[in-house]
């Protein structure tokens, strides 16, 4: 199966700044997707991307499907506490068969 | 309250042993697909079900199997358990329509003793 590779593994900020991750694949995918996963929890769908060079955006959160369709990036803006969590990255594979990332842990320090 | 249901949401159990994971899909979701995430891991594909018939595999063991049922809903079952069984399993549901990602349930934590 594909592999995607997500970086960073892990990151620690502030409050208040700017976070940006993204996701590679050395394979074409038709959907990309971003989720969150708090403690204990399933993953949440933040994101969905259709087509190459969509740059699209939920509040603070602003992610961009690669124009070669093999890439992906993830951008939070002004992070706040809850914020915290793991993030994956997300492709489509087949018919609706997706294959995540390896996630990026997020940690703030107030 | 994602819509999909996972029970239950913590299990114990010894090595050898055998365990049913159930899933409800979210209302009208026929796809229902089962993941496994280990420590620290990311989430690693094991099987989905569509309408009741198998549609893809994943790195699923052969000490596990699947079915879903015609009322939708899913079961994962887990025998001759190991220690590096222990995880948590993760139900998803999409819609039939389409692709617009997956509604993932709470998880069940299965650890292995």
């Known amino acids: 199966g594909q592999q995607l590779n997500q970086s960073p593994q892990s990151m620690f900020i502030q409050e208040g700044e700017d976070v940006s991750m993204n996701c590679t694949s050395s394979?074409?995918?038709?959907?990309w997707l971003w989720y969150k996963q708090d403690p204990g929890e399933g993953p949440v769908l933040l994101i969905a991307?259709?087509?190459?060079?969509e740059l699209t955006s939920n509040g603070r959160l602003t992610a961009q499907f690669g124009i070669t369709r093999k890439d992906s990036f993830l951008n939070i803006s002004a992070s706040i506490p809850s914020d915290v969590g793991i993030y994956f990255c997300?492709?489509?594979?087949?018919?609706?068969?997706?294959?995540f990332g390896q996630g990026t842990r997020l940690t703030i320090n107030p | 309250d994602s819509g999909v249901t996972q029970t239950p949401k913590h299990l114990i159990t010894a090595t050898g042993q055998r365990v049913t994971l159930r899933c409800s899909p979210r209302?009208?979701?026929?796809?229902v697909y089962w993941y496994q995430q280990s420590l620290d891991q990311g989430l690693q594909f094991l099987i989905h079900?569509?309408?009741?018939?198998?549609?893809a595999k994943g790195n699923i063991l052969e000490r596990f199997s699947a079915q879903q049922f015609p009322d939708l809903h899913s079961e994962l079952n887990l025998s001759s358990l190991e220690l590096g069984d222990s995880a948590l399993y993760f139900c998803?549901?999409?819609?039939?329509?389409?692709?617009?990602?997956?509604?993932f349930g709470s998880g069940t934590r299965l650890t292995v003793v």
């Open positions: 998803a549901s999409s819609v039939s329509g389409g692709f617009h990602g997956y509604t």
């Open positions: 394979s074409i995918f038709n959907t």
């Open positions: 991307l259709y087509k190459a060079g």
């Open positions: 997300a492709g489509q594979e087949g018919a609706q068969k997706l294959v």
């Open positions: 209302s009208g979701d026929l796809s």
């Open positions: 079900y569509y309408n009741g018939e198998e549609r």
